[in-house]
């Protein structure tokens, strides 16, 4: 079985302030590790993804993530918080032989002027 | 290039009232898949089609059906639509079923029964 836990379903920042968004998977096999953003009213889009090659992910929009095996973690990061981040979040988990994302419920950053 | 499509983008039903909710996608990927999202719950995946000829039961298909009319497009149809139903649909595709396969979104129906 496969599960994400995503801690916190609104975290707010200030423009120029550090983004941390957290994730935490449970997987019985070695998982592959995705984030994907939903600006409102919008479809879902890949943000970066964890396939086992490294575990510094970085992705699009000066995000990345960490893969650490020991915390089942892979929380998603941002130096610098711009207002156009202001956006739900989703970190989904897939596990090797499975077909299926498993989602976690979503965490909504809000973005302070 | 469009990507994944998704007709209509709202819709109002009387409970009972069946529909189709159309879904294509211009990537010549042979996976395609239905996800509902409701508030608090993220994606839950109700059915999936690994390739053209098949379809597979997700995590909550009670209500649904679907068809992979052929490699681009996949519908979900809700025969008696009930007010659980209500809910924001997406369809997804990926090249392939690979579990490391990145998934692309269609940009959602948002359906209300009443």
Redesign the interface.
């Known amino acids: 079985a496969q599960s994400?836990t995503q801690l916190g379903?609104h975290v707010s920042v200030s423009e120029g302030a550090l983004v941390l968004l957290r994730c935490n998977y449970s997987s019985s096999v070695p998982p592959?590790l995705?984030w994907?953003v939903q600006y409102p009213?919008?479809?879902?889009?890949?943000l970066l993804?964890y396939?086992s090659a490294a575990t510094l992910v970085k992705g699009i929009n000066g995000f990345e993530a960490e893969f650490k095996k020991s915390e089942t973690s892979f929380h998603l990061t941002k130096p610098s918080a711009h207002m156009s981040d202001a956006a739900e979040y989703?970190c989904a988990v897939?596990?090797?032989?499975?077909?299926?994302?498993t989602?976690?419920?979503?965490t909504r950053l809000q973005v302070q002027p | 290039n469009a990507g994944v499509t998704q007709t209509p983008k709202f819709q109002v039903l009387k409970t009972g009232q069946s529909m189709t909710l159309q879904c294509a996608q211009d990537m010549n990927h042979n996976s395609m898949y239905w996800y509902r999202q409701d508030p608090g719950m993220g994606l839950r995946l109700i059915y999936y089609s690994a390739s053209e000829g098949t379809t597979d039961k997700g995590e909550v298909p009670n209500g649904y059906n679907v068809s992979r009319l052929n490699k681009r497009e996949f519908s979900l149809r809700l025969e008696s639509a009930a007010p659980s139903q209500t809910s924001v649909y997406f369809c997804a595709s990926s090249p392939s079923s690979g579990s490391s396969d990145t998934q692309y979104f269609g940009p959602g129906t948002r359906l209300t029964v009443l």
């Open positions: 994400v379903s592959y995705f994907y009213n919008q479809g879902l889009q890949l993804k396939t989703f897939s596990a090797a032989g499975r077909r299926a994302l989602f976690g419920s979503g």
